[in-house]
């Protein structure tokens, strides 16, 4: 199995700025991805973090509004930029070896005021 | 595209009571099916799985069954316990485990 540490936890922010969150696992992984979860509606796939490489972004997320890092196997951010309210959702991020389960973590509560 | 429809809650229940959360599911080709559950304060775990038709999965006393022909992957309980208090998602994939479709959870309340 798989350990996913995500922070920050919790974040309250003011609109115009950006938040990084941080995806650490405690093993090395073939596949990361970044979902979001927004009031009162399903996990959303926002994209999948390669390594080594740009980020394969789903429709409607763009790497200008949500870049995304993977220097190695155990490692993402996510970051989340020039914020409005409408950001403010759980950012989950989740790692796991090509046909083996998902694992996820507890998730980053971002407010943005 | 893939979606997945599983009934609102939230969902209260005494103990020991039988449970059932319905889960109907839209996709092309024959996805794999997944319960994921989130307790309070803790990440997505993935509670069980089914990966072909008819195939039903199980843990900790949780059972759904792969229902090509209806579309559907209800989750049951027969006796329902506090600590299954949580909130559930239904889920598929196309492509094995990863790039998981989710439906929107159903919170389960279960009083003592």
């Known amino acids: 199995s798989a350990v996913i540490s995500q922070k920050p936890s919790r974040d309250i922010c003011q609109r115009g700025t950006s938040l990084t969150i941080q995806c650490q696992v405690d093993s090395q992984v073939t596949m990361m991805f970044w979902y979001r979860q927004q009031p009162g509606q399903s996990l959303t796939l926002i994209a999948t973090a390669n390594q080594g490489s740009e980020a394969t972004y789903e429709s409607g997320f763009v790497i200008d509004k949500f870049p995304i890092s993977r220097p190695n196997l155990t490692f993402s951010t996510l970051t989340v930029s020039n914020m409005s309210p409408e950001d403010s959702s759980i950012y989950l991020c989740?790692?796991?070896?090509?046909?083996?389960?998902?694992?996820f973590g507890s998730g980053t509560q971002l407010s943005v005021l | 595209g893939d979606s997945v429809t599983q009934m609102e809650g939230p969902v209260t229940l005494s103990e020991e009571a039988f449970l059932t959360i319905n889960c109907t599911y839209t996709?092309?080709?024959?996805?794999?099916l997944f319960w994921y559950v989130q307790y309070p304060g803790e990440g997505l775990q993935l509670l069980l799985k089914?990966?072909?038709?008819?195939d039903k999965g199980s843990n900790k006393g949780f059972e759904a069954t792969y229902r090509k022909e209806t579309t559907s992957f209800h989750l049951e309980k027969g006796s329902v316990q506090v600590s299954d208090s949580a909130v559930y998602f239904c889920?598929?994939?196309?492509?094995?485990?990863?790039?998981?479709?989710f439906g929107t959870g159903t919170k389960l309340q279960v009083i003592p």
């Open positions: 996709a092309t080709g024959y996805p794999s």
């Open positions: 989740s790692a796991g070896t090509f046909n083996e389960k998902l694992f």
């Open positions: 889920a598929l994939s196309d492509s094995g485990y990863q790039k998981v479709t």
């Open positions: 089914a990966t072909k038709a008819d």
